[in-house]
């Protein structure tokens, strides 16, 4: 059962100066005071035993403390962010609460952490953990193997430039991957492209969308975007000149940023150029003369085609005919297993999300999620590739199936917004619009909502779950397929694009043919009434997902390209 208490939400501030620690604990709207933590021979565990007790004495749940500390103490944020799940930040003046401040600052009305940028559109990624805590989840063999490679690569600098710094899973695994390289001493730096939303209608309609055909009908580009876009492209080389000059490794990730390759080329020929393709490309439809796709590969190329490296996701027909097999590299996306999405949360943490999430739903006027019932989910963005309508059509014929049968399913659809992204509103629209006119009889059981960017919350809501869907029409390799198999939550996709390289059909999930909701429907019945399957397949997803799509393995991959490039 839930707690009929829900915790108070509040931020913190941490002051250690000479074995002196003061410790002040505020919300959005006041102080509650500041303390002196006795401290015994350990200050870290003084602090964090303090920390947890004080949090239960008072019903409080820290979203993040400010820490002034002489040394930042990677030891004591681990244990903040992994022990107690709280964010810690650093600060620099000798004042409790106004630490406290400048970590409440960090974070909106939902409490979801805002992403810092900083000069030259450079992605803050402060710390949460110890380079150990890396080692811990490792094999020894692919540690020993980054760390070389980490040698190799002294002296050298790589620069990642994408178009956003959350939402997605590009501004995702980036963060993870920085994170990762600071602990590495590696001189690495992610920056963001100028947002302009003209632009970012061009690059999600008349790029992403069709690539991926999932466009609407007379889609095209034409000359006028293609102006808008190098000008737009042309601005944004001004803005990073700097860092790109003194880069050895300069990556591109997806079309957004494509337009910096032939500036990078005429101005900085000597750096090495990657371009990263994260998304499902329809190697057939880009090869067809006159098809959208033909022209908006088209112009992409014509800006990418001098790059040292082309590097896709490991599906040979993601990429098009032009790329030279000399110039190609197959990478896995990543997943991080320490971050928010994916740490472990104890049960208090868990019933605080879980409680914050219902109460979003209830700000949006829909009811909560019963935490009682075993209910079904899909994470992902309101996309038209996403297959929201045939998850909503699956849910309506398990329910048919289930007849009377109880406890009834519940079905979450969940997703993040982006600021290069314009079709989360629509589609929204679109998904809301379908359950009141065809699954009015369901609506009081399907919780749809486009929630804020909180990892935790997301983690949460799919470690409750009892199976998780991926029913994308189109899809590169979703890492939400590597997440929910991680926590052994029995995973059903669609055999589209990547993801059948992630699920083993009968042992982890089930890889359904697109569009056939009948069999989906019959694989999710399977599983909430066959308790011995459900364990058995819920076990084998924990054991087997593919270690190959987490942070130590892709952060040793972009080294060892870069390196042989070098």
């Known amino acids: 059962m839930e707690s009929k208490s829900p915790a108070h939400t509040v931020y913190g501030g941490l002051v250690i100066v000479e074995g002196d620690i003061r410790f002040s604990?505020?919300?959005?709207?006041?102080?509650?005071?500041?303390?002196?933590?006795?401290?015994?021979?350990?200050?870290?565990?003084?602090?964090?035993?303090?920390?947890?007790?004080?949090?239960?004495?008072?019903?409080?749940?820290?979203?993040?403390?400010?820490?002034?500390?002489?040394?930042?103490?990677?030891?004591?944020?681990?244990?903040?962010w992994l022990d107690l799940d709280i964010v810690p930040l650093s600060f620099k003046e000798d004042d409790p609460e106004e630490a406290a401040k400048y970590a409440a600052a960090h974070f909106d009305e939902h409490n979801s952490f805002a992403s810092t940028v900083g000069p030259e559109n450079k992605v803050e990624t402060p710390p949460l953990v110890m380079l150990e805590n890396y080692e811990e989840i490792t094999s020894p063999d692919v540690f020993k193997e980054l760390i070389d490679q980490v040698n190799k690569f002294k002296g050298k600098r790589i620069s990642y430039f994408s178009a956003t710094p959350q939402g997605g899973g590009v501004a995702i695994m980036r963060h993870a991957l920085l994170r990762l390289y600071s602990l590495l001493k590696v001189d690495a730096s992610w920056h963001v492209l100028i947002p302009e939303t003209e632009i970012f209608d061009i690059t999600k309609e008349k790029f992403h969308n069709v690539l991926q055909s999932v466009n609407h009908v007379g889609t095209l580009l034409t000359d006028d975007d293609k102006k808008l876009f190098n000008e737009w492209s042309n601005r944004n080389f001004d803005l990073f000149r700097n860092r790109i000059e003194n880069s050895d490794i300069v990556v591109i990730d997806d079309p957004q940023a494509a337009g910096l390759v032939p500036l990078i080329r005429d101005n900085f020929p000597k750096v090495k150029l990657i371009y990263r393709s994260h998304i499902q490309l329809l190697a057939d439809l880009v090869n067809t003369p006159?098809?959208?796709?033909?022209?908006?590969?088209?112009?992409?190329?014509?800006?990418?085609?001098?790059?040292?490296?082309?590097?896709?996701?490991?599906?040979?027909?993601?990429?098009?005919?032009?790329?030279?097999?000399e110039k190609l590299a197959y990478m896995h996306p990543s997943t991080d297993p320490l971050d928010g999405l994916n740490k472990e949360l104890?049960?208090?943490?868990?019933?605080?999300?879980?409680?914050?999430?219902?109460?979003?739903?209830?700000?949006?006027?829909?009811?909560?999620?019963?935490?009682?019932?075993?209910?079904?989910?899909?994470?992902?963005?309101?996309?038209?590739?996403?297959?929201?309508?045939?998850?909503?059509?699956?849910?309506?014929?398990?329910?048919?199936?289930q007849e009377n049968r109880s406890p009834i399913p519940q079905l979450a659809i969940v997703g993040n917004s982006s600021v290069d992204d314009p079709d989360g509103k629509p589609i929204f629209q679109m998904a809301m619009e379908l359950i009141n006119e065809n699954y009015k009889d369901y609506v009081d059981d399907i919780k749809i909502i486009q929630a804020p960017h909180y990892d935790q919350m997301l983690n949460t809501l799919l470690r409750r779950s009892s199976i998780a869907l991926q029913l994308s029409h189109k899809e590169g390799y979703e890492f939400k397929v590597t997440e929910a198999l991680m926590?052994?939550?029995?995973?059903?996709?669609?055999?589209?694009?990547?993801?059948?390289?992630?699920?083993?059909?009968?042992?982890?999930?089930?890889?359904?043919?697109?569009?056939?909701?009948?069999?989906?429907?019959?694989?999710?019945?399977q599983l909430l009434t066959d308790n011995e399957l459900y364990k058995n397949i819920s076990l084998q997803a924990s054991k087997n997902y593919n270690k190959e799509a987490t942070t130590v393995p892709n952060a040793l991959n972009w080294l060892k390209i870069s390196n042989n490039l070098i």
Request: with cysteine; hydrophobic share 35%.
């Open 25 to 80: 604990c505020i919300n959005k709207k006041k102080s509650f005071g500041t303390y002196t933590i006795p401290t015994a021979n350990d200050t870290i565990s003084s602090i964090i035993s303090w920390v947890r007790n004080y949090s239960s004495d008072n019903n409080l749940k820290f979203i993040s403390i400010g820490v002034v500390s002489a040394d930042e103490d990677l030891l004591l944020f681990s244990k903040l």
């Open 290 to 325: 006159e098809t959208p796709q033909y022209i908006t590969w088209g112009f992409i190329w014509s800006l990418i085609k001098t790059v040292d490296l082309f590097v896709s996701h490991p599906v040979p027909e993601f990429v098009p005919s032009e790329v030279e097999k």
């Open 346 to 401: 104890t049960d208090a943490h868990k019933s605080y999300y879980f409680a914050e999430f219902n109460k979003i739903l209830q700000d949006h006027n829909l009811s909560s999620l019963d935490p009682n019932r075993p209910y079904i989910i899909q994470i992902a963005r309101f996309d038209p590739s996403k297959g929201i309508p045939d998850v909503l059509e699956s849910y309506a014929k398990l329910r048919m199936l």
């Open 487 to 525: 926590k052994g939550i029995p995973t059903i996709i669609y055999d589209s694009g990547g993801m059948p390289l992630q699920v083993k059909h009968g042992k982890t999930g089930f890889i359904v043919e697109k569009g056939n909701t009948n069999e989906v429907a019959k694989y999710m019945y």
